[in-house]
């Protein structure tokens, strides 16, 4: 059996990091590893090592700087940034709401890549708490310091940001309520330069006060081709509605992950503080889920795979390391009945000691860091895309997904990863693959490479902005043209 945790099932791992420290991941590298040093019971020699890796990547950069420089002189001037053509734009960012899941968290990031080229972004935010929320003052705050301007969603400043824009981005399917709501009688004049980017598979989005103005938009961008087929035929079928021309764009990983994700030392000092948390040794097998806690992403499932698995190795009287299971995405504040429920099958089955629940975070690198295997078990049609897929490949490691949604166009099955029905039928294929990785050291390292160049080949940033890039052209073109006609 694995070191007994002291991060209980019912409680977060003993060393917390603050959100305003997690944000600072993205900000730069080198702001990524001093994450390691909120840990509480950090060593000495441990904060040696990020120092002296803090002040070699400083180096190499300063090197760099000087090779770039040289290079210039030359008259090479660097790659041109595909959305230089939005330069002095306005762009208005509707988002439905602004929590850690992927829909906003995607947006600001396009915000952010929107701002280093030149154009003037605005954010508005439909749905909003009552009460104070501090992940939302965090994220405002943190886009605020990136030059976007943050309106409120039912101002008069919103409608005349909204009128003068050259570009609507409407984030998800229910920000189409703030259409109506907001604009009233002036959605006639925005609807032909507004871009629907849609993430959502779950049917009770299909709702025709959520969708009535798709038909009717410039364009519509989704994730992945079966995200797309999908909302082609529910809206025809079941709203009796056209959607409008509609571009498939996958998403890349950050160049800030991938610079994590590629360094070896800061890989290594992540896994053992992270491991360290959760009483979890280096020698055992770790295989994380790393989503928000529901239904939907199938975290029950994935808990009875483990255990399966676990009775699989008992049984047969294997000789492999503990293995472990993360469960990244809980919310210690809410305990909603499904983590309960979650909770009380860690319980009943005994397998306390195997078994870490870690509160939902921004910063999914250090996981990803400390863990072996990546288990994306989205239920039902599965995952749009799976953002922490093509992330997980990137620090090489592999997956076992579900075969449904977006991740059927990431993950190649025996390849980069094995694939498992959804559903109880998916339950016990999910703890042979468990049982197959586990038992195979050369299998998980052969799958991580295959599947880090995959990422290499087409899910980066510079990827995914050259995608965006052609449909914002598209879009603008369609608007300009509508505008003087």
């Not at 870690?358 to 953002?387: H, M, W």
């Not at 468990?434 to 087409?458: D, F, P, S």
Request: glycine share 6%; aromatic share 6%; hydrophobic share 40%.
């Amino acid at each position: 059996m694995g070191k007994q945790s002291s991060a209980s099932v019912t409680t977060q791992p003993r060393k917390t990091w603050p959100l305003t420290i997690l944000l600072l991941l993205t900000l730069s590298t080198a702001m990524a590893f001093l994450i390691i040093s909120t840990f509480d019971s950090c060593t000495t020699s441990s904060r040696n090592n990020v120092g002296h890796y803090i002040q070699e990547r400083q180096k190499e950069k300063e090197e760099q700087w000087s090779i770039d420089n040289q290079v210039n002189r030359n008259d090479q001037a660097p790659s041109p940034n595909p959305l230089d053509f939005m330069k002095s734009k306005l762009v208005l960012l509707v988002s439905h709401e602004l929590t850690l899941s992927g829909g906003p968290l995607l947006l600001m990031e396009l915000a952010f890549l929107l701002r280093e080229v030149g154009v003037q972004v605005v954010w508005v935010t439909n749905q909003k708490p009552n009460q104070p929320d501090d992940v939302m003052y965090s994220l405002e705050h943190k886009m605020l310091d990136r030059g976007v301007q943050v309106f409120s969603a039912k101002g008069q400043e919103a409608v005349n940001t909204a009128l003068k824009a050259d570009l609507v981005i409407l984030n998800t399917a229910v920000a189409g309520k703030w259409l109506d709501a907001v604009l009233k009688d002036d959605v006639a004049y925005v609807l032909p330069k507004v871009l629907w980017w849609i993430h959502e598979m779950r049917g009770h989005y299909f709702k025709l006060e959520y969708v009535e103005h798709l038909p009717f938009v410039a364009g519509a961008m989704i994730d992945s081709h079966t995200t797309a087929y999908y909302w082609k035929n529910r809206t025809h079928d079941r709203l009796g509605i056209k959607m409008p021309e509609t571009y498939v764009v996958h998403l890349g990983n950050s160049e800030e992950l991938m610079e994590v994700a590629e360094n070896r030392v800061a890989k290594r000092v992540l896994r053992e503080h992270v491991r360290e948390s959760l009483g979890v040794r280096n020698e055992d097998l770790v295989f994380a889920l790393i989503n928000s806690v529901s239904r939907g992403k199938g975290q029950d499932l994935f808990l009875r795979s483990f255990h399966e698995s676990l009775q699989m190795i008992q049984e047969r009287k294997l000789q492999l390391p503990s293995i472990h299971a993360v469960i990244v995405g809980s919310d210690m504040s809410a305990q909603t009945k499904f983590e309960t429920e979650l909770r009380n099958f860690v319980s009943e089955k005994n397998i306390q000691d195997r078994v870490h629940f870690v509160n939902k975070t921004l910063t999914v690198a250090p996981y990803l860091a400390s863990i072996d295997v990546l288990v994306q078990n989205s239920q039902a049609r599965g995952e749009c895309f799976g953002r922490i897929t093509i992330e997980a490949m990137a620090f090489q490691l592999p997956v076992l997904g579900t075969a449904a949604g977006g991740t059927m166009e990431i993950v190649v099955n025996g390849t980069t990863g094995l694939l498992h029905p959804v559903g109880k039928e998916g339950v016990t294929p999910l703890a042979k693959n468990i049982l197959q990785l586990a038992a195979n050291a050369e299998k998980r390292l052969t799958m991580g490479k295959k599947g880090y160049e995959r990422v290499k080949e087409r899910f980066l940033e510079h990827h995914m902005s050259e995608r965006i890039a052609l449909v914002l052209k598209e879009v603008l073109q369609k608007a300009k043209r509508h505008s003087h006609s």
